[in-house]
């Protein structure tokens, strides 16, 4: 099977703008009469914020993924059938969070919404670390020197680490749910702030430099 990573990346990436789509889709403002007042109006509006505060969690987790699923597609020179079924894999997860995001939306302090949405973003981490690893350990990353080698053996060590400790905090925050739903809300801020911690690692740069190795091996 001959399948470009590009391929892969672009197919991905329409799922993922759909997902997007179809989530923001899911916010509707009320119907607003006539002779509503400006109080009334802005109270309806407040009644939105845990779907907008959800959609924006939501949002960054996505958007978390897509950035990460670029910068490893970016890393690896070739895919395998297994590494396609586990990017779906993936895909199933990310298309279902427009689902516990409304569910959240609707019903903010739920111990079972926060649960769902906890679990459902654990099984989306999941994935990803099953893709990734899999991509590691079948030799589907470039190739180059020592140096650039090690490079990748870094970013490859700085994700796992942080993908590991999402994937413990949304799993602590299905129970702690049932405990108190303000719990499991920290739980759901901290992956993204992990996340946005920058590492020392240039993902472009080093990209760059293995196409270069690979069109001039020399």
Known sequence: MNISTNRVENFSDGVISIIITIMVFSI?????????????????MERL???????????????????????????????????????????????LVPFPTG????????????????????CVVTAFVMMRTYAERHDMMYRADRAINKQ???????????????????????????????ISFVCFAVPPILFFIPDGIDDEELARQLIEKSENPA
Do not use: C, Q
Request: glycine content about 4%.
């Open 28 to 44: 509707r403002f009320p119907h607003i009469g006539i002779k509503y007042s400006p109080h009334e109006i802005w109270h309806d």
């Open 49 to 95: 914020t845990p779907h907008l505060i959800a959609y924006l969690f939501s949002f960054l987790i996505i958007g978390i993924m897509w950035l990460n699923h670029h910068h490893v597609f970016h890393l690896m020179e070739k895919v395998d059938e297994k590494l396609l079924w586990l990017n779906l894999h993936l895909l199933f997860w990310l298309s």
């Open 103 to 122: 569910m959240l939306g609707e019903n903010p302090f739920l111990p079972e919404a926060a649960a769902m949405y906890a679990g459902t973003l654990f």
């Open 152 to 182: 990748i053996k870094r970013v490859n060590k700085k994700a796992r680490i942080k993908y590991l400790v999402s994937m413990a905090i949304y799993l602590l925050a299905i129970p702690a749910a049932y405990y108190s739903v303000y």
